[in-house]
């Protein structure tokens, strides 16, 4: 593997523009200003480093004959009472010596090698309807472990915002079924376990800014193929590079990201990169990925998909799809019924 290290979200991490993706970045035209604020987008990616398309019709291309695959990006964002009441939780609230710390869950992690006084710790946890660890895969390195449960208050979030989003959630799944193609039966059965939005990666940064050839392009797992991001705290830039349109030209577009935004789409089918301000301890960026929750088995199942054949349908189904943040009332109330869950165990 020329030294560097795998990674399931990240492919290998040789994260400047001289590695594999720079095929899907010449002659890109960049859009420089940030995008006004859109709910609902739809246009096409290219999912680099996944089976080629299947055999057979025809498949929409870009102007440099690259299958395409439809993409959607819904924005949202959760109400000011809501993000107060996550940083309550002890891992957005500790000082940097926490994180340290062998117990925390969180660990040191290099993306950006080019910056090293940029700090990044990521932290793994699962946000089932359970306290107890769950098997399942370290989306870094890409093995199983005891994965740890997410602390109350965010695992109380994410299993609120999985009951209120549960009516397009059973549509995808119903969709996927329908598609009668092994990428569709896969992702599926994962829904249908409960495991969409299962995965958090709980992601730290600060110190140095990130930009220019630094922000790190690369192409999701299929993990991520419907991801949902929360900004915590701080600011951050997506880049992300997309054709409008069949035979057009690909550009790059930028997506601020500012504390309580949301996003969901399918970044396992575009290249895209992370920009991050300098900025000290105190006013560090914190986001949560949540993707779909998988052991080593469920992603190696993937090798070989054609994740177009998935890209089509999650497409069709987010937009029509209305992704509702829980409210406080919602969240506390999750809260409080996981909460008595835990003492029962205990008793």
Known sequence: ?????????????????????????????????EEASVSRHRAFGIPTNRAPASQGGEQDKDKK??????????????????LDWLLQERIFSADRKF???????FTRCIDHPGVPNHVYYEGYFHAMDTAE???????????????????????????ALKKVNDGWIQQLSKSLKESKTEPGDWMAKLIDGDKIFGDLAVQSHF?????????????????????LALSIHGT??????????????????????????????????????????????DSRVIAIQSRLLLTEKEYCETCGFNV???GKCIA???????????????????????SSASKCVLM
């Open 308 to 310: 177009r054949e998935l």
């Open 133 to 159: 660890p769950v098997e399942s895969m370290n989306p870094r390195k890409g093995y199983d472990f005891s994965k740890p449960s997410a602390p109350p208050r965010l695992r109380a979030f994410v299993l």
């Open 236 to 281: 951050r830039k997506i880049h992300r590079r997309e054709s409008e349109a069949a035979n057009s030209d690909a550009k790059v577009k930028i997506l601020q990201q500012k504390a309580g935004d949301v996003y969901v789409g399918s970044p396992s089918l575009y290249p895209h990169g992370l920009e991050y301000p300098k900025c000290d301890w």
């Open 316 to 338: 069709d189904v987010l937009e029509n799809a209305d992704v509702v943040m829980p409210s406080l009332g919602q969240v506390k109330a999750k809260f409080e019924a996981i």
């Open 99 to 105: 994180l340290d710390q062998a117990d925390s869950g």
């Open 65 to 82: 004959g690259r299958d395409l695959a439809d993409i959607v990006l819904l924005q949202s964002k959760v109400s000011d009472d809501v």
């Open 1 to 33: 593997r020329g030294g560097r290290e795998f990674s399931p979200n990240h492919g290998f991490q040789n994260r400047t523009p001289q590695n594999a993706i720079d095929d899907v970045l010449l002659q890109t035209q960049y859009i420089m200003a």
């Open 207 to 227: 110190g140095d800014e990130v930009k220019g050839e630094d922000i790190g392009w690369h192409v999701d797992a299929p993990n991520s193929m419907v991801h």
